[in-house]
């Protein structure tokens, strides 16, 4: 029998224009649930949500996080739809962070219009403390990133997130994490600042808290059809308040590494997740070395790959959830706010890299709550599926050849042009005849190129074509290829020229 866990992603960059297009125009349940988002966010005086992921444009009329929390919420729970009409029955549904609000409403225990005003609710509340603070995730276990954090000993300073046996995330004042990347670099030991609109999961959050809890309405909640697992409670979901939930998580430590691991030993042997790109995911496969995890949306064929799925757990049996027991509230059981967030590197991609879809734009520069981090030396021997990790090196290293002299950046270049081009700065940079840098060629699964180099490489590319929000891509780093660079590049000189 097949275990099937469905994964909600947290704060990931904003979603691609079009991308719901194909699920919204095949299922009502997707229409349905968007109508429901949309009406939700317009009683709060914004903008439609579903109108930007349905039809065919790469453009973001950003108005603050709400819109973008909601847009992450919309593609989650649509393909949480298309799972469940195609047949998919997960035996438990994970969070991430505020994805444990999308959890909820996938489980049927918290209505989507709800989640929808309980997420701005808390993005409000966030807004309104206004806290200085960073998040940093460092390529280590989460013992030796809190031991760390007990050197300088601030109380704001804390381990906020254990995603992976060697991917942790620090959250506190700003000037502190500076300290920390400092220490870090000195030790050897890789870093990345998350860039999310609101730093959470450290008891400087506690106001933020307190605010949610006096403003958010309360909503009525019970009876779902699935468990929903909370990495920060370290339990199911059960009788529990959502509005207390999502306020306690924005101080709380996040162990999405504890969770996965105790679901795969509870036979869980398949993550799905229901997001545009392998965030969670990635996590999984970084502590969980040989599960499969599915991402259908960052394949070709998205209904197929949820077809292909479900017909491979019929093949093996059937899927059996596990129904949660009562409640003692007369409801039945309630969901559980998840506090995970930030980011991982996956020791590797699943064994074939998705393509892109051909019938939506590439995606524009956004904010990301996701990092990649490459993995520092181990003390001891890693796993034997896990690929031996690279040593931490500059990736600004002075010695690296730059790019070109005289290579264009008017903004009328064209896609042959500025694929030429990035084959020339990647192969340089990487020691690869540019002719063997395939424009389809997965960065990190095919040409083992680590997540810090492809930052620094990023950054290189985004001079060089000045386009300063393009190393803020994620999804350009989660799966890359020069091909999705390339379409970026010429995408953003368009856009730049036409303002």
Partial sequence: MVGSVFVMPGTVAPPRGGILRDFHNRYETVRESLSLIDRAAREMGLPDISARLIEHNGTSDRRGPEVQYLEIFAVAIATHRVLIA?????????????????????????SVEDAARL?????????????????LAVGVDGRR???????????????ACENTPRQSVISGPEPLIEHVERVADALGWPSFRLDVPHPTHTPAMAQAARDLRAAAPRVPYGAGRWRVCSPWLGRDIG????????????????????????????????????????????????????????VPLSES???????????ESTDSGPFRPRLP?????????????????????????????????????????AMSYVATVPLPAPVAPAAPVAPAPIAPADPVDAAAPAAPEGSPTSAGLDYETVLAELQTLYGDFLGYPPDLLGEDDGLESELGVE?????????????????????ANSSLLTVGTLRRIAESVVQGRAEAAAR
């Fill in 301 to 311: 064929d998205p209904v197929e790959a949820v077809r292909a799925l479900v017909a």
């Fill in 119 to 135: 997420a701005v609710a808390r993005s409000q509340a966030l807004t309104r403390q206004g806290w200085g603070g960073k998040m």
């Fill in 86 to 110: 195609e047949g998919a029955r997960p035996v438990a549904i994970v969070g991430q962070s505020i994805g444990e609000l999308w959890a909820l409403a996938a489980a049927g225990r918290l």
């Fill in 325 to 365: 027991l009562p409640s003692s509230n007369g409801h039945g059981p309630t969901v559980r706010v998840s506090t995970a967030t930030s980011a991982d590197r996956v020791s590797a991609l699943p064994a074939t890299v998705p393509s892109p879809r051909a019938d939506v734009p590439a995606p524009t520069p």
């Fill in 145 to 159: 990133a809190e031991s760390l954090t007990g050197l300088i000993g601030h109380p704001d300073l804390v381990l």
């Fill in 239 to 294: 009788d529990d308040d959502p509005v207390d939930l999502v306020a306690d998580a924005l101080t709380a430590r996040v162990r999405m590494l504890h969770t996965i691991r105790d679901l795969h030993a509870a036979g869980a042997d398949v993550f799905v997740e229901c997001g545009e790109w392998p965030v969670v995911t990635k996590f999984v496969e970084a502590s969980v070395p040989g599960v499969r995890c599915v």
């Fill in 451 to 471: 997540s810090l180099k492809q930052v620094a490489l990023l950054g290189r590319v985004s001079d060089r074509f000045d386009l300063p929000g393009l190393r």
